[in-house]
């Protein structure tokens, strides 16, 4: 039987002759002879760590979790579409759809809020509580809670590509360990 192809054997012998030079005989052969052309402070090095890796206990087997935060694996994520997001944007705004849809979660409430926020103050306060500061009539708190809300989504045309650029590498370093989490 040749050994070809085969790990620890000696090509050309049988299995007699493995058991005879033992089984680590060919790997150090094979390591001797990769070392030959080492300076001297090198080869001492490699000796010192191949006796210190031989003297080391095994290492506990790691968990799943433990293995998946070594290995650091991403979540292939498909990009969000930008025609839905403009889509979401334009049937959508009054529920800030479109920043839901994008992962900007906490940005989309508080424009939900101005927007719900001011019409139930609008429900709630009376039709004449302008102030006057001067000549110049402020609009109530509902009013402008409103309008900040109406230039935030002409603003938003502008930024939900950004968004979605944004979406798309956030969710592409996110590592499996914590989805599992």
Known sequence: MTGFGRKGSVGGTDSSARQQFGAAQPVRQATAAADHG????????????????????????????????LLQPTVAKPMKSLAVAYLLWWFGATFAAHRF??????????????????????????KTSSMWVGDVAVPPLWAAMILVWMIWCVVDAFLIPGLRRRHAQVGANRSLSTVFA
């Open 101 to 126: 849809y994008l992962g900007a979660y906490r940005s989309g409430a508080a424009m939900l809020g101005l927007f719900w926020g001011g019409l139930l103050l609008g429900a709630v306060m009376s």
């Open 38 to 69: 080492l300076s001297p402070q090198a080869r001492a090095f490699l000796a010192a760590e191949r006796s210190r890796k031989s003297s080391e206990p095994a290492p506990a087997p790691l968990s799943a979790y433990e293995s998946a935060a």
